[in-house]
């Protein structure tokens, strides 16, 4: 939960003069979110988000997201629009960080994924990856697979007060996932953090997709392996092949995996897998107490790559 | 910032069942907030707040605080109106806690206190006092003259590691208010807490009051000590006292200080400080390491405290 920044209502009202959306009604923070502050705001032209970036977005990579998302809302994709001011510009300042304002949308992320989530979310996925194709600026992946052994490192020396022997299973499956790491897959812009919590629904229809601040340049058969990752595992880290079929099958409705694509889901789910047990890993050691946000158990994703680890091609994925 | 308890879309979809305001549309957490967890959440038949009450608030006095709402409202104080369900009972269960709809209220409540802010403030505080009038049933202050001493107790051997001499300053000051603490004052229903964020804004004009789960009965003029209290003060500790002129002209525009209630002002004042400090340095040295919460500095209300201590009379306060 999210207000790093607070904004007063002075600035707020300021700030609104930049732009043609009227005048405020409504202001409050938003508990969800864990990377920048967020508000609602309700203006006198309608409803909207206001994000203020906090440190861990790099200011040069915010035009590209903001483009992104503008690309995306034109071709369909329903995603926050950013709002541009009277200059043109969406991306401005307010209270000493970067800010933009996007639209709001409509729907609730589902806390219990029903398998009836699954295919949408892959239809929404396939979506989102055709409608990038054109979008010509690339960024890349600064989660990517060079860069988790270094990740790793810098957790290296606390790693094991976690849980013993934990550096040494993930040194023995990142090597591992890094030589077998597939070259030569189909590559687009990926949103690369599509988790539950990213994606609205209302009345059991998919709404749209929100935060796009990991959308990245990459594998975009990796973006499917974090979505199995993310939408296809039970509450005790059995994963549910039923839901996994329903989200590979309404992905492939849209756009074809080819059979090297295929073939990699495995490797690419423990990549996945290790990518947000490392950043988890990090955030655990590195959250000072007394921080706001709660931090989210690392190993939950432990157990997810071991059951990538026994998978042996596409089939345990339900293809 | 506060959400403690989250609130699945299932059960909120099971929930929304009971009432006859549709279905939901969006739903996000509210970073603000202290005590309870709080919502948007915007239903096909417009907007509300969810509130789920958290273990600070006594469930037997939650009919109590929404009957007060619902009776302020039908008088005219503009404040969030509780939505009854379908069998009449605003009052209900939801993820293992109780829970209320209300109305949303649009405003913005005010970052930095103008002067223009606290005759509004007077006017609205002076309306609920009449408007409670004629709610026949009471509820004692649990956070008033009598429960202070017992909460410094609480505080007693870890005071004065905040700050040197706390503890015997703090009960030379308790002893002297309690000993003029004044008897035979009008009393009432008041809101006991309404600093800046519980009051809204919308273009300069107040647009309602929220967050009544400090109301209770207890002398009216010290809800105008709290209020001096709230408003009144710059970020350096200095009192404006042509903001507590217009704050008190606003209030007797509606209502007329008796003499006695003018008289009394320095010590309901201190009363107030003592108040908050008390509660501010009990949250301090008993919020764990790691909670949600930002601690508030109780020391600010030391401040204040010496403020009132150098009043002599209401002339003090600009009557």
Redesign the interface.
Known sequence: ???YT?????A?AAFLTDYDIG??????????GVENSNF?L?TTAGDFILTLYEKRVDPNDLPWFLGLMEHLAQRGVVCPQPVRGRDGSALRHLAGKHAAITT?????????VRQSHCGPVGIALARLHLAGADYAPTRANALGPSNWMPLLDKCRIQADALEAGLVQELDAALAAILASWPAGLPTGHIHADMFPDNVF???DTLSGLIDFYFASTDLLAYDVAICLNAWCFEADFSFNVTKSRALLAGYQSVRALSRQEQAALPVLCQGAAIRFLLTRLYDWLNTP????V?RKNPLEYLRRLRFHNSATDGRAYGL
């Open positions: 939960m999210a207000v607070d904004v007063t209502d002075d707020l005048t405020m009604v409504a202001f409050r923070g938003i508990a969800e609602s309700r709001f949308l409509p729907g609730v992320w589902p806390r219990r629904f209302l009345d107490a007394g921080a706001l709660t």
